[in-house]
């Protein structure tokens, strides 16, 4: 039969089992702080994530509606780039109308030129005296110089009609290289944006690999901590069993003595007892006894 450990060494168990306890506690302690460290650096990656997503989210959509803009602006040049095409013809048309009229109508002169001289000779028939003959001359002059004049006007219609032509060309130029350049600028805008996208999409990589390593310590940790918490209960349970044990020994030795008083102080009254009906003397260790269990 295996015999019961005395009090010193459940004392000693005792405390050793309360320095484990410490050990634990402290130890738990440390885990709990570092576990939550390495929880914490998984949630700020976990955010940092999200908020990459976003991020990439406001890029893609701005960056789609850059390339419709692009687009709407492509046909809007490609389709002034035609216009310009089509009027360049149509001014080189004219210019060569212009020059086969000029040489079939024997027209030098410009139509403000020929206007000049009818005027200057409408004067002097106006204003200077002159016989018949001269004056017949010169109206003969004016009627064909009217006529030139009306030839010209062909020519300076013709003339407006180019002006007109090369404004609408260099308009049209003006507004296909403006879209152009636009398209230039959104589509450096657009790359801009794809490459913040690729940037941000290899930093979201980058923090999965560090959130799931954060989360991978963290449980390691947590682990760790579920064990020393264990241990921890474990220990207290025995450390709670070694104090009952010695709360039943010292209840016991407590009893015992009572006993061994109370055995002691019975034998005394017998012989208190047994003076008195001697009548004996009684010391004062008798008087006590007496008074113990309540006698005279």
């Known amino acids: 039969m295996t015999s019961q450990p005395n009090a010193k060494q459940l004392v000693e168990e005792l405390n050793k089992s309360r320095v484990e306890v410490s050990k634990l506690r402290t130890l738990l302690n440390d885990l709990d702080k570092e576990k939550e460290s390495w929880f914490r650096k998984k949630e700020d990656c976990s955010k940092k994530v999200r908020e990459s997503i976003q991020k990439i989210k406001e890029a893609k959509t701005k960056r789609d509606l850059t390339t419709k803009e692009i687009r709407e602006l492509k046909l809007k040049r490609d389709s002034l780039n035609r216009g310009t ?32 001289d009818i005027e200057k000779l409408e004067f002097k028939i106006e204003t200077e005296p002159m016989s018949f003959d001269k004056e ?3 109206m003969k002059k004016i ?30 130029k003006m507004e296909a290289n403006d879209a152009h350049r636009s398209v230039q600028e959104k589509a450096r805008q657009s790359q801009s944006m794809h490459e913040q996208v690729l940037k941000l999409s290899a930093e979201i990589d980058k923090m999965k ?14 682990a760790k901590f579920n064990e020393a918490n264990a241990q921890l209960k474990e220990k207290l349970k025995v450390m ?18 009572k006993q061994e008083v109370e055995t002691f102080l019975k034998s005394k009254e017998e012989e208190v007892n047994e003076k008195i009906r001697k009548r004996q003397k009684l010391t004062t260790e008798d008087l006590l006894v007496f008074q113990k269990f309540g006698k005279e």
């Open 136 to 138: 017949q001359a010169i």
């Open 240 to 257: 709670n069993g070694l104090k009952e044990q010695l709360d039943r020994i010292d209840s016991d030795r407590r009893e015992r003595k």
């Open 143 to 172: 009627k064909e110089l009217k006529k030139r004049y009306g030839n010209a006007s062909i020519l300076f219609q013709i003339n407006k009609k180019l002006d007109d032509s090369s404004d609408e060309i260099r308009e049209m």
């Open 209 to 222: 690999i560090e959130e799931q390593a954060s989360f991978s310590k963290f449980s390691e940790l947590k």
């Open 85 to 116: 095409s089509e009027q360049s013809k149509k001014f080189g048309d004219l210019k060569k109308g212009r020059v086969s009229i000029a040489k079939s109508l024997k027209i030098k002169e410009s139509p403000s030129r020929i206007m000049q």
